[in-house]
């Protein structure tokens, strides 16, 4: 990317700095051409957590390392808990934790996750 575009990305992630456990939603990349958009993805600068979610990646390593701590302690996490430590809403805790799911390192057991090796 030129500078002008490496300032224009810039200025587009600090979107998702500014509320990192709440973040813009993908209509946010607009200002970016489709070459940045697939440029920036495939420098992993966002992840997609959900069809419509994305996170920066540092946001989803504290937030998959706080869970994988959590249920290898043995404690159950419910899908408040996460929200409420996370400071986010339902829509992203969700999504969230169906990533820890799809990663293997939780299981949905009713209302809870629980490690999945357990």
């Known amino acids: 990317p030129t500078p002008a ?7 587009t992630l600090e979107l998702w700095r500014q509320a990192p456990t709440q973040p813009p939603g993908p209509e946010a990349l607009q200002p970016l051409d489709p070459e ?7 420098q992993a600068l966002l992840v997609r957590v959900g ?3 994305l996170f920066l990646p540092e946001t989803v390593e504290a937030m ?6 959590h249920v290898d302690a043995g404690n159950p996490l419910t ?10 809403t339902r829509k992203y805790a969700q999504a969230l934790l169906e990533h820890t799911d799809a990663l293997g390192i939780t299981r949905r057991v009713g209302d809870e996750r629980i490690a999945a090796t357990s």
């Open 64 to 69: 998959v390392a706080w869970v994988t701590a």
């Open 79 to 88: 899908l408040a808990q996460f929200r409420d430590h996370w400071r986010t």
């Open 5 to 11: 575009q490496h300032a224009l990305v810039a200025a």
């Open 51 to 53: 069809p419509e979610l």
């Open 36 to 42: 940045l958009r697939g440029w920036l993805f495939a």
